[in-house]
């Protein structure tokens, strides 16, 4: 009687047991909730990009827009551009839109260490051909019809041919273009140059390197003689030892074509900023050879770029 007493407690026991087996295995396994649906990442904002372009076959032009010879007792050549730096940007609709009353797309930082106010160059965006230098979103730009495009140059890089005595070499050239620049310090190819001081509009570096012979020296060309040409200087004009070089749209087949900002655009719009380096170095020839010879006493008369045209 015994024995049956504990048989039957012990299937009581099982049963109890594969209840709550059976009860728990369905209290682990819920219904699944399904995952939120991830929101859609919105498709980027269309931009207006801007890329440099030096071009040495482009027309040589003067301050006002039109073709320029070489004075009598001056040298000119075509420079290899390495880098350049603009620090200004503005659409105008029309010529007789006067400088800072069209559509500022950009005002690079200036600062007052240097007792006046100048492009703080430490923070400058230096870049080389085809390279993008400033991009914004068509959104950001007032709708409307633009002839002309402003570009304030600031800097530029460039390799140059040049000779000392019977020594025939390349050097490289750091200019600047702006209206007044605050430099910590730049470095020229390989030489660091420190400054700590406002320099005017005009002020290069030179070096180049002779049989294993770094040779670095600077200096500043005459107030005024910097081109920057400006087509529309007659209805438009710029201040005098700026660097705002003015140029007309055109379509990439030649065609004067005015930029149009309707403010629904999809797609990127890109403007390659052609910059004429047409015997942009100008030098005085005191040695008539057509060589640059700083060793002779040649001074550096003019390093503005001729002329700028914006293709897209």
Known sequence: M???FIGILCSALYMTCAFSCKKDSTVENPTPIPAPTPTPTP???PKLIFKFRFDSTQARLNAFGAPSIIPTGNAAISPVFNKMCAHYIELAPSAY???GTGSILYHAPETNIGGSTAIDFSKSIVKGQEEEFFSINLKD???GTYQWLRVSLAYQNYDIK???GTIYGTGTIASFIGYNTYITNYVIKNQTVAVNANKLQGYWGFETNVNGFL???SGQAPAGATTVPNPISATSPIPAGSCVVTGAFISNTGI????????????????TVSVSTNKSFE???TNPDGYFEPSAGENVVDMGVRGMIPIW
């Open 97 to 99: 839109t006067l400088l």
């Open 141 to 143: 730009i007032a709708p």
């Open 283 to 285: 030098w005085q020839d």
């Open 256 to 271: 004067t074509k005015p930029l149009v900002i309707s403010g629904n655009e999809t797609s990127d719009i890109v403007i």
């Open 43 to 45: 498709p980027p904002s």
């Open 215 to 217: 040779y670095s020296t």
């Open 2 to 4: 015994k024995q049956y």
């Open 162 to 164: 040049y000779k000392s």
